[in-house]
Protein backbone atom coordinates (compact mmCIF):
# COMPACT_ATOMS: atom_id res chain seq x y z
CA UNK A 1 0.00 0.00 0.00
CA UNK A 2 0.85 3.62 -1.04
CA UNK A 3 0.16 7.46 0.27
CA UNK A 4 0.07 10.68 -1.53
CA UNK A 5 -0.57 13.65 0.71
CA UNK A 6 -2.15 15.95 -2.09
CA UNK A 7 -2.01 20.12 -1.95
CA UNK A 8 -4.66 21.75 0.35
CA UNK A 9 -5.58 24.75 -3.10
CA UNK A 10 -7.75 22.13 -5.78
CA UNK A 11 -7.54 18.93 -3.94
CA UNK A 12 -9.97 17.51 -6.10
CA UNK A 13 -7.79 17.87 -9.26
CA UNK A 14 -5.06 16.44 -7.20
CA UNK A 15 -7.10 13.50 -6.35
CA UNK A 16 -7.19 13.09 -10.33
CA UNK A 17 -3.64 13.27 -10.85
CA UNK A 18 -2.95 10.54 -8.29
CA UNK A 19 -5.79 8.63 -10.24
CA UNK A 20 -4.38 9.47 -13.55
CA UNK A 21 -0.63 8.47 -12.80
CA UNK A 22 -1.86 4.69 -10.76
CA UNK A 23 -3.81 4.34 -13.81
CA UNK A 24 -0.58 4.38 -15.97
CA UNK A 25 1.51 2.45 -13.26
CA UNK A 26 -1.27 -0.45 -13.37
CA UNK A 27 -4.70 -1.41 -13.94
CA UNK A 28 -4.37 -2.67 -10.31
CA UNK A 29 -3.43 0.21 -8.77
CA UNK A 30 -6.31 2.98 -7.84
CA UNK A 31 -7.04 5.29 -4.77
CA UNK A 32 -9.16 3.09 -1.87
CA UNK A 33 -9.73 6.10 0.39
CA UNK A 34 -9.26 9.68 1.10
CA UNK A 35 -9.10 11.45 4.67
CA UNK A 36 -8.97 14.95 3.58
CA UNK A 37 -5.61 15.37 2.29
CA UNK A 38 -4.38 12.22 2.75
CA UNK A 39 -4.96 9.43 0.46
CA UNK A 40 -3.87 5.93 0.84
CA UNK A 41 -3.82 4.29 -2.17
CA UNK A 42 -3.45 0.33 -3.67
CA UNK A 43 0.12 0.08 -5.03
CA UNK A 44 3.40 -0.65 -4.92
CA UNK A 45 6.92 0.31 -5.75
CA UNK A 46 6.47 -0.22 -9.13
CA UNK A 47 4.25 3.46 -9.02
CA UNK A 48 7.03 5.25 -7.64
CA UNK A 49 9.03 6.16 -11.62
CA UNK A 50 4.96 7.95 -12.21
CA UNK A 51 4.43 9.34 -8.45
CA UNK A 52 7.76 11.33 -9.20
CA UNK A 53 5.97 13.56 -11.62
CA UNK A 54 3.12 14.35 -9.12
CA UNK A 55 2.53 18.38 -9.01
CA UNK A 56 -0.53 18.87 -6.90
CA UNK A 57 1.31 17.23 -3.97
CA UNK A 58 3.15 17.24 -0.84
CA UNK A 59 4.75 13.88 -0.36
CA UNK A 60 3.89 10.42 -1.22
CA UNK A 61 5.27 7.46 0.70
CA UNK A 62 4.96 3.55 1.80
CA UNK A 63 1.60 3.26 3.85
CA UNK A 64 1.86 0.52 7.09
CA UNK A 65 -1.42 0.68 8.20
CA UNK A 66 -4.42 2.69 9.29
CA UNK A 67 -5.64 3.20 13.12
CA UNK A 68 -9.01 4.29 14.46
CA UNK A 69 -7.66 4.64 17.90
CA UNK A 70 -4.23 6.14 19.24
CA UNK A 71 -4.72 2.28 21.12
CA UNK A 72 -5.08 0.21 17.85
CA UNK A 73 -2.13 2.11 16.50
CA UNK A 74 0.32 1.33 19.49
CA UNK A 75 -0.96 -2.05 19.10
CA UNK A 76 -0.27 -2.30 15.29
CA UNK A 77 2.95 -0.78 15.86
CA UNK A 78 3.88 -3.58 18.34
CA UNK A 79 3.51 -6.05 15.07
CA UNK A 80 5.38 -4.26 12.63
CA UNK A 81 8.65 -5.83 10.70
CA UNK A 82 10.64 -2.33 11.64
CA UNK A 83 13.69 -4.14 10.42
CA UNK A 84 12.03 -3.79 6.94
CA UNK A 85 11.00 -0.62 6.51
CA UNK A 86 13.81 1.29 8.18
CA UNK A 87 17.29 2.24 7.07
CA UNK A 88 19.73 3.63 9.52
CA UNK A 89 18.67 6.11 11.85
CA UNK A 90 14.79 7.16 11.70
CA UNK A 91 12.05 10.19 12.99
CA UNK A 92 8.79 10.22 14.13
CA UNK A 93 7.12 12.85 12.42
CA UNK A 94 3.69 14.05 12.84
CA UNK A 95 1.04 15.69 10.25
CA UNK A 96 -2.40 16.78 12.00
CA UNK A 97 -4.97 17.59 9.41
CA UNK A 98 -7.92 19.84 9.84
CA UNK A 99 -9.91 16.85 10.59
CA UNK A 100 -7.40 15.31 13.20
CA UNK A 101 -10.01 13.41 15.62
CA UNK A 102 -7.63 11.97 17.56
CA UNK A 103 -5.39 13.19 20.58
CA UNK A 104 -2.18 12.96 19.20
CA UNK A 105 0.20 15.50 21.23
CA UNK A 106 2.73 12.32 22.44
CA UNK A 107 2.23 10.07 19.30
CA UNK A 108 5.71 10.89 18.46
CA UNK A 109 7.63 9.97 21.61
CA UNK A 110 5.32 6.67 22.09
CA UNK A 111 5.50 5.37 18.66
CA UNK A 112 9.26 6.00 18.61
CA UNK A 113 9.69 4.43 22.03
CA UNK A 114 7.92 1.12 20.45
CA UNK A 115 10.48 1.52 17.43
CA UNK A 116 13.67 2.55 19.54
CA UNK A 117 13.05 -1.08 21.64
CA UNK A 118 13.36 -2.57 18.84
CA UNK A 119 16.68 -1.35 18.69
CA UNK A 120 16.94 1.48 15.77
CA UNK A 121 18.25 4.43 16.66
CA UNK A 122 16.87 8.25 16.81
CA UNK A 123 17.83 11.34 14.91
CA UNK A 124 15.80 14.28 15.12
CA UNK A 125 17.83 16.21 13.29
CA UNK A 126 18.74 14.24 10.06
CA UNK A 127 16.73 10.47 10.12
CA UNK A 128 18.04 8.60 7.56
CA UNK A 129 14.03 6.96 7.77
CA UNK A 130 11.11 9.32 8.11
CA UNK A 131 7.99 7.97 9.59
CA UNK A 132 5.18 9.87 8.96
CA UNK A 133 1.88 9.54 11.21
CA UNK A 134 -1.04 11.61 9.39
CA UNK A 135 -3.99 11.88 12.01
CA UNK A 136 -7.71 12.85 10.22
CA UNK A 137 -10.79 10.92 10.36
CA UNK A 138 -8.60 8.08 10.84
CA UNK A 139 -4.60 7.44 12.26
CA UNK A 140 -2.46 6.93 9.39
CA UNK A 141 1.07 5.54 9.80
CA UNK A 142 3.58 5.34 6.80
CA UNK A 143 7.15 5.93 5.68
CA UNK A 144 8.03 9.06 3.22
CA UNK A 145 9.74 8.01 -0.07
CA UNK A 146 9.49 11.58 -1.56
CA UNK A 147 8.93 14.75 -0.54
CA UNK A 148 8.21 17.72 -3.13
CA UNK A 149 10.07 20.74 -2.45
CA UNK A 150 8.65 24.10 -3.19
CA UNK A 151 11.92 25.43 -4.60
CA UNK A 152 12.30 23.73 -7.96
CA UNK A 153 8.53 25.35 -8.27
CA UNK A 154 9.07 28.48 -7.17
CA UNK A 155 11.92 28.69 -9.87
CA UNK A 156 10.08 28.02 -12.53
CA UNK A 157 7.12 30.15 -11.73
CA UNK A 158 5.99 32.77 -14.70
CA UNK A 159 8.33 35.50 -13.24
CA UNK A 160 11.63 33.56 -13.12
CA UNK A 161 11.99 32.39 -16.94
CA UNK A 162 13.74 34.66 -19.21
CA UNK A 163 11.11 35.03 -21.23
CA UNK A 164 8.39 36.20 -19.06
CA UNK A 165 4.43 37.23 -20.04
CA UNK A 166 1.80 37.24 -17.09
CA UNK A 167 -0.28 34.51 -19.08
CA UNK A 168 1.54 31.53 -17.32
CA UNK A 169 -0.02 28.93 -15.56
CA UNK A 170 1.23 27.98 -12.14
CA UNK A 171 3.80 25.38 -12.84
CA UNK A 172 2.41 22.67 -10.30
CA UNK A 173 -1.17 23.23 -12.17
CA UNK A 174 0.93 22.80 -15.78
CA UNK A 175 2.78 19.59 -14.29
CA UNK A 176 -0.93 18.09 -13.34
CA UNK A 177 -2.43 19.02 -16.53
CA UNK A 178 0.26 16.68 -18.43
CA UNK A 179 -0.39 13.75 -15.92
CA UNK A 180 -3.85 14.36 -16.21
CA UNK A 181 -3.57 13.90 -20.14
CA UNK A 182 -1.87 10.21 -19.32
CA UNK A 183 1.31 11.74 -21.15
CA UNK A 184 3.40 8.77 -21.63
CA UNK A 185 6.08 9.13 -24.02
CA UNK A 186 5.14 13.12 -25.53
CA UNK A 187 2.48 16.13 -25.04
CA UNK A 188 1.09 18.72 -27.44
CA UNK A 189 0.18 22.05 -26.34
CA UNK A 190 -1.12 23.60 -29.36
CA UNK A 191 -1.24 27.14 -27.12
CA UNK A 192 2.13 27.40 -25.88
CA UNK A 193 2.71 30.74 -24.64
CA UNK A 194 5.62 31.34 -23.00
CA UNK A 195 6.37 26.94 -22.11
CA UNK A 196 5.11 26.70 -18.96
CA UNK A 197 3.12 23.18 -19.77
CA UNK A 198 6.38 22.34 -21.84
CA UNK A 199 8.40 22.50 -19.50
CA UNK A 200 6.81 20.55 -16.97
CA UNK A 201 6.44 17.69 -19.74
CA UNK A 202 9.71 18.24 -20.66
CA UNK A 203 11.50 18.01 -17.01
CA UNK A 204 9.00 14.47 -16.80
CA UNK A 205 11.38 13.44 -19.90
CA UNK A 206 8.36 13.45 -22.41
CA UNK A 207 9.17 14.78 -26.16
CA UNK A 208 7.50 17.90 -26.35
CA UNK A 209 5.82 19.86 -29.08
CA UNK A 210 4.67 23.19 -29.20
CA UNK A 211 2.33 25.86 -31.18
CA UNK A 212 1.30 29.49 -31.03
CA UNK A 213 -0.12 31.78 -33.10
CA UNK A 214 2.97 34.83 -32.40
CA UNK A 215 6.31 34.30 -33.30
CA UNK A 216 7.77 35.77 -30.06
CA UNK A 217 5.95 33.11 -28.19
CA UNK A 218 7.90 30.69 -29.93
CA UNK A 219 11.39 32.52 -29.65
CA UNK A 220 10.22 33.00 -25.97
CA UNK A 221 9.46 29.19 -25.51
CA UNK A 222 12.18 27.98 -27.00
CA UNK A 223 14.44 30.18 -24.78
CA UNK A 224 12.85 28.75 -21.56
CA UNK A 225 13.10 25.92 -22.62
CA UNK A 226 16.54 25.72 -23.12
CA UNK A 227 16.97 27.36 -19.47
CA UNK A 228 15.60 24.60 -17.77
CA UNK A 229 17.12 22.24 -19.64
CA UNK A 230 14.65 20.39 -21.88
CA UNK A 231 16.28 19.50 -25.46
CA UNK A 232 13.76 17.31 -26.94
CA UNK A 233 11.27 19.79 -28.40
CA UNK A 234 10.09 20.85 -31.48
CA UNK A 235 8.03 24.30 -31.60
CA UNK A 236 6.14 25.61 -34.28
CA UNK A 237 4.24 29.57 -35.11
CA UNK A 238 1.48 28.25 -36.56
CA UNK A 239 -2.64 28.20 -35.87
CA UNK A 240 -4.23 25.61 -33.24
CA UNK A 241 -6.98 25.53 -35.44
CA UNK A 242 -5.31 24.02 -38.18
CA UNK A 243 -3.13 21.50 -36.51
CA UNK A 244 -3.53 18.79 -39.33
CA UNK A 245 -1.85 20.90 -41.67
CA UNK A 246 0.94 22.05 -39.44
CA UNK A 247 1.57 18.05 -38.69
CA UNK A 248 0.54 16.64 -41.47
CA UNK A 249 1.93 13.38 -40.38
CA UNK A 250 1.81 12.96 -36.75
CA UNK A 251 -1.09 11.24 -34.33
CA UNK A 252 -0.64 12.79 -30.67
CA UNK A 253 -0.89 10.58 -27.39
CA UNK A 254 -1.91 13.58 -25.14
CA UNK A 255 -2.20 16.86 -25.45
CA UNK A 256 -2.28 19.35 -22.74
CA UNK A 257 -3.07 23.33 -23.01
CA UNK A 258 -4.38 26.60 -21.93
CA UNK A 259 -6.39 28.36 -24.63
CA UNK A 260 -6.34 32.44 -23.96
CA UNK A 261 -8.86 33.63 -21.84
CA UNK A 262 -9.82 37.19 -22.86
CA UNK A 263 -7.80 39.99 -24.59
CA UNK A 264 -7.67 40.34 -28.16
CA UNK A 265 -3.84 39.85 -28.46
CA UNK A 266 -3.66 36.49 -26.80
CA UNK A 267 -6.71 35.77 -28.72
CA UNK A 268 -5.21 36.89 -32.28
CA UNK A 269 -8.10 39.54 -32.41
CA UNK A 270 -10.69 35.99 -33.07
CA UNK A 271 -13.82 35.58 -31.13
CA UNK A 272 -13.90 33.66 -28.21
CA UNK A 273 -16.06 30.48 -28.18
CA UNK A 274 -15.39 30.34 -32.23
CA UNK A 275 -11.66 29.61 -31.37
CA UNK A 276 -12.52 27.47 -28.95
CA UNK A 277 -14.75 25.09 -30.94
CA UNK A 278 -12.48 25.20 -33.67
CA UNK A 279 -9.45 24.47 -31.48
CA UNK A 280 -10.98 21.43 -29.84
CA UNK A 281 -12.03 20.03 -33.61
CA UNK A 282 -8.27 20.55 -34.78
CA UNK A 283 -7.10 18.66 -31.38
CA UNK A 284 -9.28 15.71 -32.29
CA UNK A 285 -8.20 15.69 -35.73
CA UNK A 286 -4.59 14.86 -34.43
CA UNK A 287 -5.28 12.98 -31.29
CA UNK A 288 -5.92 9.41 -29.98
CA UNK A 289 -5.80 9.55 -26.16
CA UNK A 290 -6.41 12.34 -23.68
CA UNK A 291 -6.45 15.61 -23.83
CA UNK A 292 -6.45 18.09 -20.64
CA UNK A 293 -7.38 21.79 -21.32
CA UNK A 294 -8.51 24.62 -19.16
CA UNK A 295 -11.67 27.00 -19.94
CA UNK A 296 -13.15 29.52 -18.71
CA UNK A 297 -16.39 28.79 -16.39
CA UNK A 298 -18.80 30.72 -19.45
CA UNK A 299 -17.70 28.43 -22.18
CA UNK A 300 -19.92 25.03 -22.27
CA UNK A 301 -17.25 22.82 -22.82
CA UNK A 302 -18.58 19.78 -22.61
CA UNK A 303 -21.89 20.26 -25.45
CA UNK A 304 -18.48 21.46 -27.84
CA UNK A 305 -16.51 18.69 -27.06
CA UNK A 306 -19.01 15.92 -27.29
CA UNK A 307 -20.75 17.09 -30.66
CA UNK A 308 -17.00 16.82 -32.00
CA UNK A 309 -16.99 13.43 -30.94
CA UNK A 310 -14.75 13.75 -27.60
CA UNK A 311 -15.96 11.74 -24.22
CA UNK A 312 -15.58 14.07 -21.21
CA UNK A 313 -14.52 12.20 -18.45
CA UNK A 314 -13.24 14.54 -15.71
CA UNK A 315 -13.80 18.37 -14.99
CA UNK A 316 -12.58 20.61 -12.09
CA UNK A 317 -13.37 23.85 -10.90
CA UNK A 318 -10.66 26.78 -9.85
CA UNK A 319 -11.80 30.40 -8.93
CA UNK A 320 -9.37 32.26 -10.06
CA UNK A 321 -9.97 35.81 -8.92
CA UNK A 322 -12.66 38.08 -9.03
CA UNK A 323 -13.34 37.85 -13.00
CA UNK A 324 -12.04 34.71 -13.97
CA UNK A 325 -13.35 31.20 -12.77
CA UNK A 326 -12.13 28.29 -14.57
CA UNK A 327 -12.69 24.66 -15.82
CA UNK A 328 -9.70 21.99 -16.48
CA UNK A 329 -11.50 19.21 -18.30
CA UNK A 330 -9.81 15.85 -19.16
CA UNK A 331 -11.31 14.20 -22.22
CA UNK A 332 -10.68 11.04 -24.54
CA UNK A 333 -10.83 11.06 -28.37
C1 LIG B 1 -3.08 31.48 -21.99
S1 LIG B 1 -1.73 31.53 -23.11
C2 LIG B 1 -0.92 30.02 -22.75
C3 LIG B 1 -0.08 30.13 -21.53
C4 LIG B 1 0.90 28.99 -21.37
N1 LIG B 1 0.28 27.83 -20.74
C5 LIG B 1 2.13 29.45 -20.60
O1 LIG B 1 2.52 28.77 -19.63
O2 LIG B 1 2.73 30.47 -20.93
C6 LIG B 1 -2.45 31.32 -24.69
C7 LIG B 1 -1.52 31.44 -25.90
O3 LIG B 1 -2.27 31.09 -27.08
C8 LIG B 1 -1.77 31.84 -28.18
N2 LIG B 1 -2.81 31.79 -29.26
C9 LIG B 1 -3.94 32.52 -29.41
N3 LIG B 1 -4.64 32.12 -30.49
C10 LIG B 1 -3.95 31.09 -31.04
C11 LIG B 1 -4.15 30.24 -32.16
N4 LIG B 1 -5.22 30.35 -32.93
N5 LIG B 1 -3.23 29.30 -32.40
C12 LIG B 1 -2.13 29.15 -31.63
N6 LIG B 1 -1.88 29.94 -30.57
C13 LIG B 1 -2.77 30.89 -30.27
C14 LIG B 1 -1.48 33.20 -27.62
O4 LIG B 1 -0.51 33.85 -28.41
C15 LIG B 1 -0.96 32.84 -26.20
O5 LIG B 1 0.43 32.77 -26.20
Known amino acids: MLYVEILGNLP ?24 YLFLALKGDKKAFP ?32 WKNYIRGTFKVDRETMVNCSHLVENVE ?14 NLSSPETLIRVYCGKKLWVGIR ?7 PFNERKADQRPFYKPIALPPRVARAMVNLARAKKEVLDPFMGTGGILIEAGLMGLKVYGVDLRRDMVEGAKRNLEHY ?7 KQGDATKLRELFPDKTFEAVATDPPYGSSATLGGRKREELYKKALSSIYDVLDGYLSIAFPAQFNAEIVA ?5 EVLEKYYQRVHSSLDRYFYVMRT
Not at 12 to 35: C, K, N, T, Y
Not at 109 to 122: E, M, Q, T, Y
Not at 145 to 151: L, Q, T, V
Not at 229 to 235: A, D, S, T
Open 50 to 81: LLNRLGLAHEYGELLFSAKSLEELYSKAENVK
Open 145 to 151: ERFFKAK
Open 306 to 310: EKIGF
Open 12 to 35: EMAQGEVRALLEMASPEFRIIERD
Open 109 to 122: KKLGAIISKRGFKV
Open 229 to 235: GVKNYVL
